[in-house]
């Protein structure tokens, strides 16, 4: 109720809570709230369409939920290799004009009405994603003036799977380079492979958009996912260089074969990383369990530009 009172007098917000259980709870008491929830939550039109089930609770009892669905796919078309988007997608300018299908994908319709609203609510994973890497995609709709962390305490914990850089055998195959190559336990070949990795990127984009075939017809799926994934590469670099004492190598996943899957290098002090995911004029941070000055220290804010609310005393009776 605080955190909505504050959200209202604003006039925009967002609020970000921790789990599914505690977006319900906000629904039910503060209706002008638009919820985020993750795809697991929603069926796939695409897959109840291909299995021809036309009932949603049956769809999810089969397990047709909408992380499954293949929202865009590689196919091939007049022998040239194209993205092929969902029919069921819209996009969030049909949302913002209300003339997307009735028939359209649950899951982009609420994140989309969420973007749209000038009040919407959250967790921290699909909010963090957000900030970190559909700033550009959605930044029109980023522009709200205060966010209200709820269960504050766990910020740390999700900012960590934000930071650094994972790195899955997929990628490497992408970019054309061996991963042999690289040794797995040491960091400054980790920044080589990143930095090779963004060099890869790049050039494929280049020579993609060089090509008299998507000058006439051009693909802008296709460069905005490696612009993506060239942008997430260059990041990395640049978070692991700026500070390299801070940052460890993980184990590597490997295969029954003892092949590369995937490596994860993380900071061990995420304060300094934490401030770009504080984008609104105002944050708001409600916990039962923090005190000021640690939690200033390890989310990287001035003592100075926070307020802190305290009660002296439980208002609950023992
Ligand atoms: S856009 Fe929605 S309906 Fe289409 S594949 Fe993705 S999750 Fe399924």
Redesign the pocket.
């Given at each position: 109720m605080v955190g909505a009172t504050v959200s209202n007098y604003f006039d925009s917000s967002f609020t970000v809570t921790a789990s599914k259980h505690l977006q319900d709870q906000y629904i039910k008491d503060i209706p002008f709230l638009k919820p985020v929830k993750g795809?697991q939550n929603?069926p796939?039109?695409?897959?109840m369409s291909a299995e021809k089930v036309d009932n949603a609770r049956r769809a999810m009892r089969w397990g047709l939920s909408?992380?499954k669905?293949?929202?865009q796919e590689r196919i091939s078309k007049n022998g040239k290799e194209v993205i092929e988007?969902?029919?069921?997608?819209p996009t969030i300018k049909q949302v913002e004009e209300n003339i997307a299908d009735s028939n359209s994908?649950?899951?982009?319709m609420q994140k989309y009405e969420a973007l749209v609203s000038k009040h919407s609510l959250w967790n921290y994973h699909a909010f963090f994603t957000i900030m970190k890497f559909n700033k550009k995609l959605f930044e029109e709709y980023l522009d709200r003036k205060v966010t209200v962390f709820d269960e504050a305490h766990k910020i740390e914990d999700q900012i960590i799977q934000f930071v650094g850089f994972d790195i899955f055998s997929g990628q490497v195959d992408e970019c054309n380079l061996n991963s042999e190559k690289y040794n797995f336990s040491d960091l400054d070949s980790m920044i080589q492979l990143t930095d090779d990795m963004a060099y890869s990127y790049a050039k494929k984009i280049k020579d993609i958009k060089e090509r008299a075939a998507f000058q006439n017809n051009p693909d802008y799926e296709l460069i905005t996912g490696l612009e993506r994934r060239h942008d997430r590469s260059a990041q990395a670099k640049i978070d692991i260089m700026s500070d390299k004492d801070n940052f460890v190598v993980n184990d590597p996943v490997k295969d029954l074969n003892g092949n590369f899957r995937t490596i994860s290098v993380k900071p061990i002090d995420v304060s300094k990383f934490a401030n770009s995911f504080f984008e609104t004029e105002y944050q708001i941070f409600m916990s039962a369990t923090i005190d000021k000055s640690s939690f200033c220290e390890n989310m990287g804010l001035e003592k100075d530009d926070v307020a802190f609310v305290d009660t002296m005393k439980s208002p609950f009776p023992i």
């Open positions: 795809k929603f796939c039109l695409k897959l909408c992380d669905g293949q929202c988007i969902c029919k069921f997608k994908c649950h899951h982009y």
